[in-house]
Structure formats: C-alpha cells, structure tokens
C-alpha cells in the first residue's frame, strides 16, 4: 500500500518569511495529492491539491509543487502570517476503486511575531 | 467543512462501554469515510462507505468496530467494549459520488471530529 513521509515534523519560521513543507510518497500509481491544515480542535481543512498531470499550483500566497519521477511534492507558503499556524498534512491517493487518503504525519507549524 | 456534521463532539465511556460516533455528509455527498488520529499523529484511514454498501473497511480492527450509512439518516461508527487504546479522535469525511473517467477524483472535505476518551 501507500506511504507518505513527511518533513520536517516542526517549523518555525519568522512572521514575513517562506515555509516548505516536503512529503514523499511510495506508490507510483498515487495520481492526486492534497495538503491539510489542522488548527487546535479542529477537523483538517483542505487548503490546496494538485493532481499528477500538473506539476505546480498556486493560490494566492499558497503553491504546491509535484515531482512524479522522483515522487515527491511540497508545500510552499509566502509571507507567513500568524494565523498561518497550524498542524499541516499532506495526503496522496491513488485511483482504482479506492478514494481513501493515506496522510503524511503533519508538520506543526510556528510562524514566530 | 463546516457541512459535515459530526457529534458528539466529546464522548467519555468507561472500558467494556459502546461508543457510537455519528456523521452526516454534507448536503449532496454520497460518500463517506472514517478516519482516526491518536495524539501528535496524523489521521489514519479506517473504512469508506456509500449509501448502505461498504466500499473498503481495510483500516478497520477486525474486532468491536463496525460502521454502516444507511439509505436514511447519518453514517454510524460504533466501538463495542471500548478500551483506553480506542481513545482518540476520529473524523469523518465526505465527498460527490467521484467520478473515475479520465482521473477525476472526489474531494473530501472533513468534520470536526469526534474526541473519544475512555477512562
């Protein structure tokens, strides 16, 4: 089955400046990857996907990038912000009669004043 | 997210106790999955439900846990002899019916969860 490993497990960074969250994942079938973020007694909010016939994503300050021969992609947030912290998960899924996500182990971001 | 529905939000049981966690898809959804996630971990999938037909259940335990949505009503989770390994969240997420033609995949959008904690 599918893995997703995720880095770094903490991140602090300085109000203003860039963040990269980066997952790998195993199974090269896996066609559709989405990133989560999960504040404090909340359920996970989808905050940006991307699927493998596209190799970058942008939204606004928020970009996900895709690596399908080296089956990686990665989390890019600009001009952190304090609310920007929170709990993020990155998920991949593959697309043979099974939508279940398989999560990376999410990465608690601090985004320092 | 905030469509998917779950409750209750907090649930005690003592150990040998059932617990039955409740989700109502958003508005439209037709399908449903459980998730589960123990503290400082990430979620981890459990089963995949349509109406009245279990799609895949291969996260499930073998033993006391069991999930069914019926054609009426919320999608039911329950935990029969609960014991303090159960503790934790479990979230429910919802999607359209995906459609697989040409790679088209179902976004899941997820509830707040439910905190079980079993004493």
């Known amino acids: 089955g599918e893995n997703v490993e995720q880095h770094p497990s903490t991140l602090s960074v300085q109000e203003g400046d860039s963040a990269v969250i980066k997952c790998t994942y195993s199974?090269?079938?896996?066609?559709?990857f989405p990133w989560y973020k999960q504040e404090l007694g909340k359920g996970p909010q989808l905050i940006i996907d991307?699927?493998?016939?596209?190799g970058e994503k942008k939204d606004q300050r928020i970009a996900v990038t895709l690596n399908k021969t080296a089956k990686h992609f990665s989390l890019h947030i600009t001009e952190t912000q304090p609310e920007d912290s929170a709990v993020y998960f990155c998920a991949a899924r593959t697309n043979f009669g099974n939508e279940k996500l398989t999560f990376g182990t999410g990465t608690r971001l601090t985004i320092i004043p | 997210n905030a469509g998917v529905m779950q409750n209750p939000r907090h649930l005690v049981r003592r150990r040998g106790q059932e617990a039955r966690l409740r989700c109502s898809p958003m508005k439209g959804h037709s399908h449903v999955y459980w998730y589960r996630q123990l503290p400082e971990e990430g979620l981890k999938f459990m089963v995949y439900?349509?109406?009245?037909?279990?799609?895949?259940e291969s996260g499930m335990p073998k033993e006391r846990f069991s999930a069914e949505f019926p054609k009426e009503g919320p999608s039911i989770l329950r935990i029969q002899q609960v014991v303090r390994g159960d503790s934790a969240a479990y979230f429910c997420a919802s999607s359209p019916n995906p459609i697989r033609d040409r790679g088209r995949v179902g976004i899941q959008y997820f509830g707040a969860g439910t905190r079980l904690s079993v004493l």
């Open positions: 199974d090269s079938a896996s066609n559709y």
């Open positions: 439900l349509q109406k009245e037909n279990i799609i895949d």
């Open positions: 991307i699927r493998s016939n596209v």
